[in-house]
């Protein structure tokens, strides 16, 4: 795994980028005890829904692995584990990551357990190595699954593309076809106008364990070559999008621009044409049976946006933070942030040459500190504004029976 990393693991260790520092300083703090991930889960020092399924999992491998003298038998050491499952899953309630991941190891390490002999030390030793093998696969599998939500995203992309050729491709295409062989299957791709997207929040490396989901798939696309230019909202109140998008893009060297949440409207209405902006792709903390989607407030009036610009609206998310059990978004539990992130900001003195001082931050006021506030974290998108949900295993869409399947979307031939 190379680039941007929020997470560093080995067995035994784990680090996590202050996120709360970045773009101006690059710090990793390490996470011995569950307690610490809590609080860098809930501060949002580490923050996206894989992510913080991620760190809390293996924060409790790391406790299980450097402290091995706990439990004296393996329904023990399981009811411990448990206990400090369920005390991580109160750090952050809206995405559906962080409780699947937890579903899923508590189910294997009972497993483990219930196949005890009466060695109590070795089922111990295989209630831990259990536990801190699941952990580890949570971590890799979410970089394996991130790669293919980007080549499916892309390809969907693509294809949408292919549909509003602009008249001089439509002209390339005619003349391609009365002059290319029988059974040519379409016009070479670099005749297609490469796309522009815009997307909300963070969704890239920094919330997950690389590559990204929503800005996986914008990676994805300017690997391939098929993206113009990215923008990217400010998102608002807690400025993710400014702050670790914005510093994600420039890393990466993607052509982008950074607009606040309000001007999206603007961006679509002025450069739809222009910019040939194609997409909204965001990323999801929760989606309900019925396509509902939760995910970073703003992202609802995007979508509403998005459809009165005739722009295609994506949500790309892996299979972990779909939610079958809930029914519709209605039922998802919204959290609500503190005051201060709204009525403050932490920045980076700028000096008179014009140069951040990485040094010197500091938190000040934006508002008068009386005013009350409202600060829910997410909203919910209404399944009927989506146009496509991208996840590992390909678009997903429903059967005749009204429940999921997963469509794989194939490279056409071009
Ligand atoms: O509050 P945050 O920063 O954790 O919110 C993050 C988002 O809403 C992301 O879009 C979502 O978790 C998907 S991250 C791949």
Redesign the pocket.
């Known amino acids: 795994m190379v680039g941007l990393q929020a997470i560093k693991y080995q067995r035994g260790n784990l680090q996590v980028l202050d996120q709360l520092r970045l773009p101006h300083e690059f710090v990793y703090d390490d996470v011995f005890t569950c307690e610490e991930a809590f609080d860098c889960i809930k501060a ?1 020092r580490v ?6 399924a991620i760190v809390a999992a293996l924060a409790l491998a790391v406790e299980l692995e450097q402290k091995k003298d706990g439990a004296s038998n393996s329904q023990e050491l399981v009811k411990y584990i448990n206990s400090k499952l369920d005390y991580l899953m109160g750090s ?1 309630p809206t ?1 559906v990551d962080l409780s699947n991941a937890i579903k899923l190891l508590k189910s294997r390490t009972q497993n483990a357990a219930s196949n005890s002999t009466s060695d109590e030390a070795a089922s111990c030793a295989n209630v831990r190595t259990v536990f801190i093998e699941v952990a580890e696969k949570i971590l890799e599998d979410d970089y394996t699954t991130n790669l293919a939500i980007g080549r499916y995203g892309a390809e969907y992309l693509r294809r949408q593309q292919r549909a509003i050729v602009t008249p001089v491709d439509a002209e390339a295409e005619l003349r391609y076809y009365t002059t290319s062989p029988p059974g040519t299957q379409g016009l070479p791709d670099r005749t297609y106008r490469k796309l522009s997207v815009l997307t ?4 890239g490396s920094l ?2 364990s690389g590559h ?3 800005l996986g798939i914008i990676r994805s696309l300017h690997k391939m070559n098929y993206l113009d230019h990215a923008y990217c909202t400010e998102t608002r109140p ?1 400025n ?1 999008g400014s702050r670790l998008t914005a510093f994600e893009l420039v890393y990466e060297e993607i052509p982008s621009t950074l607009i606040t949440d309000s001007m999206a409207g603007a961006l679509f209405h002025r450069k739809k044409e222009e910019m040939n902006i194609s997409a909204v792709i ?4 929760r989606v309900a049976r019925n396509g509902d989607t939760a ?2 407030i703003g ?1 609802y009036q995007l979508a509403v946006l998005a459809k009165a610009h005739g722009i295609k609206f994506v949500v790309a ?1 892996p299979t972990t ?1 779909i939610d079958l059990e809930t029914e519709s978004g209605d039922s998802i539990k919204i959290e609500d942030r503190a005051k201060n992130e709204l009525t403050q900001i932490t920045g980076a003195v700028v000096g008179k040459d014009g140069k951040v001082d990485v040094n010197h931050t500091e938190r000040v006021a934006i508002a008068d500190q009386r005013i009350n506030v409202w600060n829910p ?2 909203d919910v998108t209404p399944h009927d504004l989506i146009d496509a949900i991208i996840t590992e295993k390909g678009e997903v869409v429903r059967s005749s029976k009204g429940t999921f399947e997963f469509k794989p979307i194939m490279p056409e031939r071009w």
């Open positions: 949002m923050r996206g829904a894989p992510a913080i952050r995405a909300h929040c963070n969704t919330a997950t990204g989901t929503a807690y993710q965001v990323g999801a903390d995910n970073k992202t998310a933070s974290s997410f």
